[in-house]
């Protein structure tokens, strides 16, 4: 009875497939629960090396008997949460997709610090973007090198929009004099969101506005590229955009909530000490629970009406036509 159990949550083994079903929201949730899954980042060489044999084994058929698909799944689990697909390198560890959100939660407490200086909120703004950019970069899709200059303008681009956001409002915020001291305090804790997401959203446009007129890749359901399409480019834009102002919502939006109604309890105005490490679990939370639903939001591969004329030199057959996966940036 366990044995089957386990055959139900491991499905047969398939290399560098999920082993959720992607069609589905819950599928993907899933999925990406286990890509950013922090327990990998305490995975030792020695478990890394081992998984990385059984997968070269099981791919050139030599997998030594009794080797479970649990044990193949939990392996190739290992592998791509550490080495990446396409350098065959290990990723830094802050920069993995696991550890998104464990080295990207403190970077959330300090951009929703209570009323903060100047100096600060450029500094956290300016760390924040500067973390994103690092995740991207190395998690890029290195067979299709993005020039590095692009890179540079997306990074700048969403620095200065961040920081150009969050000091405007703070500013305004700060000369509204008809709003008590305690409104304005409660009210900038909200700038990050717009900041944050109207950032993530310029650094998506920066760095990939030339797909709108070059088109993107388009492949049949044996992934054989059978064309480029300015619609399919548009569509996988306008789903990147919309993760990214989604996914801060949560993250700057449910702590400053939370947290002011704890401020009002006895036990928070009696232990004030405990307000950091609190507001700290609250933001770890909100950041754990966003990321894997804004990721998931959208599948990996979208399908594209057969119906979309060739002058957008976009090729059909009679298989249906959907765009290639395109490897997804995650940005607070």
């Not at 049949?220 to 569509?235: L, Q």
């Not at 009002?264 to 950041?287: D, S």
């Given at each position: 009875?366990?044995?089957?159990a386990?055959?139900i949550?491991y499905p047969p083994f398939?290399?560098n497939?999920?082993?959720?079903?992607?069609?589905?929201?819950?599928?993907?949730?899933?999925h990406f629960?286990?890509?950013?899954?922090p327990r990998?980042?305490l995975?030792?060489?020695s478990e890394?090396e081992?998984?990385?044999?059984?997968l070269e084994?099981?791919?050139n058929?030599n997998l030594?008997?009794?080797?479970?698909?649990e044990?193949?799944?939990k392996?190739?689990?290992?592998?791509?949460?550490?080495?990446?697909?396409?350098?065959g390198?290990k990723?830094?560890m802050?920069?993995?997709m696991s550890?998104?959100?464990?080295?990207g939660?403190?970077?959330?407490?300090?951009?929703?610090l209570?009323?903060p200086?100047?100096?600060?909120?450029i500094?956290?703004?300016?760390?924040?973007?500067?973390?994103?950019a690092c995740v991207?970069?190395?998690?890029?899709?290195?067979?299709k090198?993005?020039?590095i200059?692009r890179?540079?303008?997306?990074?700048?681009?969403a620095?200065?929009?961040a920081?150009s956001i969050?000091?405007?409002?703070?500013?305004?915020i700060?000369?509204?004099?008809r709003?008590s001291?305690?409104?304005r305090?409660?009210i900038?804790r909200f700038?990050p969101?717009?900041a944050?997401?109207?950032a993530?959203?310029?650094?998506?446009?920066l760095m990939r506005n030339s797909e709108?007129?070059e088109?993107?890749e388009?492949?049949?359901?044996?992934?054989k590229?059978?064309g480029t399409s300015?619609?399919?480019?548009?569509?996988a834009?306008g789903?990147t955009a919309?993760t990214r102002?989604?996914?801060p919502?949560?993250?700057f939006?449910?702590?400053?909530?939370?947290?002011?109604?704890?401020?009002k309890?006895k036990?928070?105005?009696?232990?004030?000490k405990?307000h950091?490490?609190?507001?700290?679990?609250?933001?770890?939370?909100a950041?754990g629970?966003a990321?894997?639903?804004a990721?998931?939001l959208f599948?990996q591969?979208?399908k594209i009406?057969?119906?979309?004329?060739?002058?957008?030199n976009?090729?059909?057959?009679s298989?249906?036509?959907?765009?290639p996966?395109?490897k997804?940036e995650?940005?607070?």
């Amino acid at each position: 009875m366990t044995s089957n159990a386990v055959q139900i949550h491991y499905p047969p083994f398939q290399l560098n497939k999920s082993r959720f079903d992607q069609s589905t929201f819950s599928g993907r949730l899933r999925h990406f629960l286990d890509v950013i899954d922090p327990r990998t980042l305490l995975t030792p060489n020695s478990e890394l090396e081992k998984a990385v044999k059984l997968l070269e084994d099981y791919k050139n058929g030599n997998l030594p008997s009794g080797v479970t698909d649990e044990q193949l799944w939990k392996a190739q689990k290992i592998k791509q949460a550490i080495i990446h697909p396409d350098t065959g390198e290990k990723i830094f560890m802050p920069f993995r997709m696991s550890g998104f959100v464990p080295f990207g939660s403190f970077i959330v407490v300090g951009l929703l610090l209570p009323n903060p200086s100047m100096k600060q909120i450029i500094f956290w703004q300016w760390l924040n973007q500067s973390h994103n950019a690092c995740v991207n970069y190395a998690n890029r899709n290195a067979t299709k090198p993005t020039p590095i200059k692009r890179f540079i303008l997306g990074y700048t681009g969403a620095v200065t929009t961040a920081v150009s956001i969050a000091v405007g409002l703070s500013t305004l915020i700060k000369r509204a004099n008809r709003f008590s001291t305690t409104t304005r305090m409660l009210i900038q804790r909200f700038v990050p969101f717009p900041a944050v997401a109207t950032a993530s959203t310029c650094n998506v446009l920066l760095m990939r506005n030339s797909e709108l007129y070059e088109g993107i890749e388009v492949v049949d359901k044996e992934n054989k590229v059978v064309g480029t399409s300015k619609v399919a480019a548009k569509k996988a834009l306008g789903e990147t955009a919309l993760t990214r102002m989604f996914l801060p919502a949560p993250i700057f939006i449910i702590p400053p909530i939370v947290m002011s109604i704890l401020e009002k309890r006895k036990f928070l105005i009696r232990n004030p000490k405990l307000h950091l490490p609190i507001n700290a679990v609250v933001c770890t939370l909100a950041f754990g629970f966003a990321l894997p639903v804004a990721i998931a939001l959208f599948p990996q591969y979208s399908k594209i009406k057969r119906s979309v004329p060739r002058s957008l030199n976009f090729f059909q057959d009679s298989k249906g036509l959907r765009r290639p996966g395109l490897k997804l940036e995650t940005s607070r």
